[in-house]
């Protein structure tokens, strides 16, 4: 079987979904702000994020909710539409459930669809190390994830064609390498 990815249509999009997990929710918002194009693929869990920190989506985006058992828009990935999907803010049981191969609500099938087509996927994953700080509704909390939490982030950064991020400027750097290859027209490593 050939190496090669599905190649990307010349109008392909950003693919971005967001899970349920506040952690640098404001921030990947701000950074999906400054990308064009981008379908936006939003979690039940998401939209509820949404609602407590008090966040508008950008006007820009084609958004996807998740509204159907079979996560229908995830077929866009085999038409070749998206170049890249990003998963941030990626909640533990998203990274878990994507680890474990369960594609079972939008952003899992995203995950799931995207690494069958070879579409590079960056997810910025919540639980990285085993004391945090994240900003929750009300202020700063701190976190401690369980040893498992660590394992998965551990283990989904050995997928191929995905770059787990562990801190919002490394997402930065992620989305912006993706870029200079995208315009260089370079794949990236799977």
């Not at 191969?101 to 919540?126: E, H, M, W, Y």
Request: hydrophobic share 40%; with cysteine; net charge negative.
């Amino acid at each position: 079987m050939s190496e090669t990815r599905t190649n990307p249509r010349k109008d392909a999009r950003w693919a971005w979904a967001l899970t349920g997990s506040g952690h640098f929710f404001v921030e990947s918002l701000a950074l999906i702000a400054s990308l064009d194009p981008v379908d936006l693929f939003v979690s039940k869990a998401a939209e509820e994020v949404l609602r407590m920190y008090r966040q508008e989506l950008p006007e820009h985006l084609r958004i996807y909710h998740d509204l159907s058992a079979s996560a229908v828009p995830v077929g866009r990935f085999y038409e070749g539409r998206y170049h890249t999907l990003v998963v941030s803010p990626a909640s533990a049981n998203t990274v878990a459930k994507c680890v474990y191969g369960i594609a079972d609500s939008l952003v899992t099938n995203c995950f799931a669809q995207a690494g069958k087509c070879r579409v590079p996927s960056i997810v910025f994953a919540c639980d990285t190390s085993p004391e945090m700080i994240t900003m929750a509704p009300r202020g700063p909390v701190p976190v401690y994830p369980r040893a498992i939490d660590l394992e998965n982030t551990d283990r989904l950064s050995r997928f191929e064609y995905c770059t787990v991020v562990e801190t919002i400027g490394a997402l930065e750097q992620a989305v912006a390498a993706r870029k200079v290859e995208l315009a260089a027209g370079t794949p990236a490593d799977g």
